[in-house]
């Protein structure tokens, strides 16, 4: 299939632009590299061998949209979004405007355009703070701030666009906490800033840019009270969308899947995973909650797996030997 992927240079993105062109797939990638590089697709190209077209460009211009969805593209994979929790409760218009308005605009170019397939990238926040564990995707949805907003509305939006499409089928991921990056080392996840997330924070104070970590919290009622989440490693998320896009191709209507591993790991025991992985230290101090986090959320992934034929294979131990090689390879990203 001829498939276009929209924030293709970002972190899952440029992760799943590998495996569709190992897959045999061609690949077209818009992206206004607002908080990626350049450098991750020449990256893929060199990982795989294979080229891709580059458009650099935002989702909500018309014109750009239309050239990247030259070429006979079949589907699209969209990932262009805004992501950090935080910048959405202090900017939520950005996010309203970026994320929904930009996913608007996609599907009314795909509509033009005779582009019936969708596979989009929602996430775990969708559930918001869900009430048992693991959650399956029948679990009532709910959001807690901006940011998941945008991905419950763009749900939502998916849902009713490719219903009123003969023929069209939409695909809504959603996903876990994805961490790791690919084995060669050559691209990972490249945060602008002081990383929110844990992993890339923790592989920055193993490679000493950063001085300590922060554990937000050890009196949740957890097994040793830190937060619990579901860890997933990059590249089997990259491979999850091939076969979403494959069963796009192969089924009409809009569904969710659950993305992760189904087993959940506390903020301690990924600090000890990531040390014995790594032989590195990560000298750490237990600061208060963080507003907005939940104490537990993981998966059930069954769905997937029935539907897709897809499952997590890559342990904790590859996600932090991964996500090592790619810090420790490239201590500063990109730049
Ligand atoms: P990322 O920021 O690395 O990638 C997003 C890409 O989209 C970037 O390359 C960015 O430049 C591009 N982009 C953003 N707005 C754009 C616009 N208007 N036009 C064109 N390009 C635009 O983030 P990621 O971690 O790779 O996340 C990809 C998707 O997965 C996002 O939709 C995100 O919300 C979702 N998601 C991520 C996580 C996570 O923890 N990383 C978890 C759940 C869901
Ligand atoms: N944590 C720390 N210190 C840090 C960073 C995180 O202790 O420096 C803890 C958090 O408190 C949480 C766990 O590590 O218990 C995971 O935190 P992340 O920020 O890595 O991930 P979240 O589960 O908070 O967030 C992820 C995505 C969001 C999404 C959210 C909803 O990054 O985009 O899941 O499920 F909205």
């Known amino acids: 299939m001829h498939i276009l ?31 990626s590089s350049a450098e ?5 190209e060199a990982i795989t061998g294979r080229s891709l077209r580059f458009v650099e460009g935002d989702i909500r211009d018309p ?3 239309a050239q990247a969805l030259e070429g006979g593209v079949e589907a699209v994979i969209h990932f262009a979004a805004l992501k950090a929790v935080g910048e959405s409760c202090e900017q939520p218009l950005a996010y309203f405007d970026n994320n929904i308005s930009g996913t608007i ?37 709910s959001v807690t701030n901006p940011y998941g907003r945008t991905k419950l509305v763009m749900e939502q939006l998916i849902g009713d ?23 060669s080392g050559r691209i990972g996840e490249d945060p602008q800033g002081e990383p929110n997330n844990l992993m890339p924070y923790v592989a920055q104070v193993a490679v000493g840019r950063r001085e300590r970590l922060r554990v937000y919290g050890n009196d949740y009622p957890t097994p040793d009270g830190t937060g619990v989440r579901d860890y997933i490693h990059v590249m089997d998320l990259a491979r999850a969308h091939v076969r979403a896009v494959e069963y796009a191709a192969g089924n009409r209507g809009c569904r969710a899947f659950n993305l992760g591993t189904g087993r959940g790991y506390s903020v301690l025991e990924v ?17 208060a909650r963080r507003p907005g986090d939940v104490a537990a959320l993981t998966a059930d992934p069954s769905l997937a797996q029935v539907e897709l034929g897809w499952r ?18 490239n201590p500063e990203g990109y730049a």
Not at 40 to 44: D, E, F, M, N, S
Not at 114 to 136: H, W
Not at 275 to 285: H, M, N
Request: glycine fraction near 8%; aromatic fraction near 8%; proline fraction near 4%.
């Open 5 to 35: 992927v929209t924030g293709g240079a970002g972190y899952i993105g440029s992760h799943t632009c590998v495996v569709l062109l190992e897959a045999g797939h061609e690949v077209s990638v818009l992206d206004n590299l607002c908080n």
């Open 312 to 329: 997590a294979e890559l342990d904790i131990a590859a996600m932090c030997e991964d996500a090592w090689r790619w810090q420790s390879g």
């Open 271 to 287: 600090i000890t995973a990531f040390e014995e992985a790594t032989g590195r230290l990560v000298p750490y101090d237990i600061e």
């Open 105 to 141: 605009a996609l599907m009314q170019a795909m509509e033009a355009k005779g582009v019936p397939r969708l596979v989009f990238s929602s996430s775990a926040t969708v559930y918001g703070e869900a009430k048992t564990n693991p959650v399956d995707e029948q679990a009532p949805l």
């Open 161 to 183: 666009w490719s219903a009123s499409q003969s023929g069209a089928s939409a695909v809504l991921l959603r996903y876990f906490n994805p961490v790791g990056a690919h084995p």
């Open 63 to 65: 014109a750009k949209l």
């Open 40 to 44: 991750a697709l020449r990256r893929v």
